[in-house]
């Protein structure tokens, strides 16, 4: 039984062919091949490494080669020529990745070493600092009208319609791994739905047949489910849907909503200064 580190070993095996087909693609800019199948190769070898970099918690690598498929996906889209200028900084792109995925082959085993023959521990994680005087004792405000329905958080239950696509397992994402960090948000339940699994002798072993419906409670918002996903959302189809509020409960302030930044400074303040709000979960 292959461990995670085959796993990964295979990841970075995988890294270096999509590195190849970027090569080949990148090529055919530079002679002038614009065709959708070229763009293609390109578009699908970053979108490649982005997935299995996310599912290996490499954040550098995974974000950086986000970035760099967003640039491509306009490309795909013909919102954005490929000019010279375009090509020049689309190689330079691709050098970048390929040292983003040599500085992820090795990091985590380095960064051990060092630690170790420098007598270093893993400091444990740092408590909230304590509420202090933030200078606001002088600050005027003038009194704006806000729409605490848009404010107003708390625990909430959702309803995610999850579909995988057969590109999610290509690109080395895992349906089972999703679901887990989804329910790790609050939680919550999971059924399977298998009407469209065909008789054995139709099944196409790299197909994908079954969708999932994941029912949450949770704080932490649509927008939070999302982030789970967020570099799956090509290779899914995804559906959430909130279904009902905690009202047993007060709600919590989303700060974050709050778009006037001294409103949400006084906020911010106000529940430092509350006793009644040490329980209350955000």
Known sequence: METMEDIRATFFEECDEQLGELDKGLAGFARGETDQETIGVVYRAVHSIKGGAASF??????????LYEEMLKKVRGEELAVTPDVLDVAGRSRDLLKQLVAVAKVKDGVVAELKTLAGIEDEPAEAAPEASDDGM???EFSPVAVDLDDVMGGEATYRIVFHPMAELYANAHEATRLIRQCLELGTGTVSCEAADLPALDALNPEGAYLTFTIELTTDAGEGGIREVFE??????ELSIERISQDDDEPAGLDLDAIADPEIAA?????Q??????AGTKH
């Open 231 to 236: 570099f799956a959302e090509w290779d899914c």
């Open 272 to 277: 430092a200064e509350s006793p009644d709000e």
């Open 137 to 139: 004792a002088d600050i």
């Open 266 to 270: 006084l906020f911010a303040r106000l």
């Open 57 to 66: 918690d490499l954040h550098e690598l995974a974000n950086y080669a986000k």
